[in-house]
């Protein structure tokens, strides 16, 4: 079955790095564009950054743009999120997401604070 796992999160000061993985498993991974999204409690989950199965197309919220990378390893099944200059307002738990179907994975919580 398909399953998306996550993890890379933590607490970070702002203006600090992390790195997000989310380890795939069940589907043929590299056909499949992944995203990422995250969500805040009390809000809906919001678009962070997608990446096409080969790897050669991305994009990304204005809200992220320049400050996050997101990659992926094909020989691995991970794609990763990059989140540097990290700011509060990054706050949330990143969920990845496999579009077609609808699979997400369970999330991890990112918390920027000083």
């Known amino acids: 079955q398909v399953q998306l796992v996550e993890s890379g999160g933590g607490l970070v000061q702002p203006g600090g790095s992390l790195r997000l993985s989310c380890a795939a498993s069940g589907f043929a991974f590299s056909r499949h564009a992944t995203t990422w999204y995250r969500q805040v409690p009390g809000k809906e989950r919001e678009f962070v950054a997608r990446?096409?199965?080969?790897?050669?197309?991305?994009n990304y919220a204005d809200s992220v743009k320049g400050r996050f990378t997101i990659s992926r390893d094909n020989a691995k099944n991970t794609v990763y999120l990059q989140m540097n200059s990290l700011k509060s307002e990054d706050t949330a738990v990143y969920y990845c997401k496999r579009p077609i179907g609808d699979y997400w994975g369970q999330g991890t919580q990112v918390t920027v604070s000083s």
């Open positions: 990446i096409s199965g080969a790897g050669g197309s991305t």
